[in-house]
């Protein structure tokens, strides 16, 4: 009688769990779409150091080396400069 009860229980919990990750993974699709929609491919430009694309409009930019690049942050392109100075 005890054994049927806790197994009832643990198949409850599992359920559960598995209603609460379909909940979360809909709510996260659901966060996203429209994010996703708002950008245009031709919009992008990549950032070279953690290899992201980031919109042209909010890149951060820096000419290094004689060309104009784009960067997702300030840590990134302080970091290219950084890199392009030991280079040098």
Sequence with gaps: MILVRLLQ?????????FLMRALGRFA??????PQRR???SGDLVRDRICNTHVPRQ???VARIAGREEHFCSVACRDEALHLAQRAS
């Design 9 to 17: 229980f643990l198949a409850a919990l599992l359920l559960l769990r």
């Design 28 to 33: 996260s699709r659901r966060a996203q779409a």
């Design 38 to 40: 708002a950008v245009k």
């Design 58 to 60: 909010r890149a951060v």
